[in-house]
């Protein structure tokens, strides 16, 4: 008995927030990968456009809600999903156009590009704060719980009760959607294939017709919808905070370089290697060890490697750990 009560308090704290959290972290990889794989730069504004994207979500959620449209036990937020993506693609469209596209007619470095990208970076974090402000914001309704610890305490008889959030449930399932959708894209389409074939070789992709300018166009288009749905469901799950996005590029940025740059497989591997790890450290294991051990072995203390203040360490650990021991990473992509 005691050890299904350890099972419930660890799927509770570390499995299912951790699973949440990776397909967020996944997802917004992904973007990451798709744009050092095609563009060939690191885009350290990815962050910031999920919180452009999430706050357009939300401004358009909270329309929604003012005029009384709701998704019933699911959150308005989702139909306000596809609106909050139209309004990133046209801000990345344009970034494309006033910023990024000079830098590339004049075929200049990535590092270049790079520090271009921080630039862009700190004026989209400057547009959402001034739109939006810098203070959390809830935006989450309908349901809260698929399945409450009261209720599950009452159907098991267990001590310990099993808490699965709609939003975590909806994470996963709404990114497995999105990666589907993204697979068949980038492998069944002709456009997804000249994609696939101007990342692996430019040179060969211009001579045999492809159209540079519509392979980033479409690029930026899907990265602007991953990031959208990246960073509303990471809002939905916790809440959000515009300076959180900022900080949530390293965990991202790491999970693209554990999986491989430029792989998208390695991307989702790596969210979730980042997100197992992140969670597991930081999580104080005084309970599931107190159901596990006899009596007289059970740990006073905490049983906590790492606070979690120092969550994001983590990430950034991993991330030195595999560019000293495996820059390509764990599918080989492209060397870092």
């Given at each position: 008995m005691d050890f299904l009560n350890a099972i419930v308090a660890l799927s509770n704290f570390v499995l299912i927030p951790a699973i949440a959290y990776g397909s967020q972290l996944a997802l917004g990889a992904l973007g990451v990968t798709l744009i050092y794989g095609i563009l060939r730069f690191s885009n350290f504004a990815h962050g910031d456009t999920m919180a452009f994207g999430t706050m357009a979500t939300i401004l358009v959620t909270w329309l929604f809600q003012s005029m009384g449209i709701s998704f019933g036990p699911l959150p308005t937020a989702l139909l306000a999903l596809p609106f909050g993506i139209l309004g990133c693609m046209?801000?990345?469209?344009?970034?494309?156009?006033?910023?990024?596209?000079?830098?590339?007619?004049?075929?200049?470095?990535?590092v270049i590009l790079v520090i271009v990208s921080m630039g862009v970076?700190?004026?989209?974090?400057?547009?959402?704060?001034?739109?939006?402000?810098?203070?959390?914001?809830?935006?989450?309704?309908?349901?809260?719980?698929?399945?409450?610890?009261?209720?599950?305490?009452e159907m098991t008889g267990l001590r310990e009760?099993?808490?699965?959030?709609?939003?975590?449930?909806?994470?996963?399932?709404?990114?497995?959607?999105?990666?589907?959708?993204?697979?068949?894209?980038?492998?069944?389409?002709?456009?997804?294939?000249?994609m696939r074939a101007y990342s692996d070789n430019e040179d060969l992709a211009l001579l045999s017709g492809i159209n540079p300018e519509r392979v980033?166009?479409?690029?930026?288009?899907?990265?602007?919808?991953?990031?959208?749905?990246?960073?509303?469901?990471?809002?939905?799950?916790?809440?959000?905070?515009?300076?959180?996005?900022?900080?949530?590029?390293?965990?991202?940025?790491?999970?693209?370089?554990?999986?491989?740059?430029?792989?998208?497989?390695?991307?989702?591997?790596?969210?979730?290697?980042?997100?197992?790890?992140?969670?597991?450290?930081?999580?104080?294991?005084?309970?599931?060890?107190?159901?596990?051990?006899?009596?007289?072995?059970?740990?006073?203390g905490l049983v906590q490697l790492l606070s979690t203040d120092y969550k994001f360490a983590v990430s950034f650990v991993i991330l030195l750990i595999v560019l000293l021991f495996r820059p390509t990473g764990l599918f080989r992509g492209k060397s870092v």
């Open positions: 046209a801000l990345v469209l344009i970034t494309d156009r006033a910023v990024y596209r000079f830098y590339r007619q004049q075929k200049a470095k990535p970076m700190f004026i989209l974090n400057g547009i959402v704060r001034f739109i939006i402000g810098p203070d959390e914001q809830r935006f989450a309704d309908g349901e809260r719980f698929i399945i409450s610890a009261r209720t599950f305490k009760g099993l808490a699965i959030k709609a939003s975590q449930g909806l994470t996963v399932i709404v990114a497995v959607i999105a990666v589907v959708l993204l697979f068949w894209f980038l492998n069944r389409t002709r456009t997804g294939k000249s980033v166009i479409y690029t930026w288009l899907i990265v602007a919808a991953l990031a959208t749905i990246a960073g509303t469901l990471y809002g939905l799950d916790k809440s959000f905070k515009p300076f959180v996005y900022f900080q949530l590029l390293l965990p991202i940025f790491a999970a693209a370089i554990v999986g491989g740059l430029g792989s998208p497989v390695g991307a989702i591997a790596g969210g979730f290697v980042i997100a197992f790890s992140e969670v597991t450290i930081t999580y104080a294991w005084k309970k599931v060890l107190g159901y596990l051990m006899p009596e007289s072995l059970e740990p006073s």
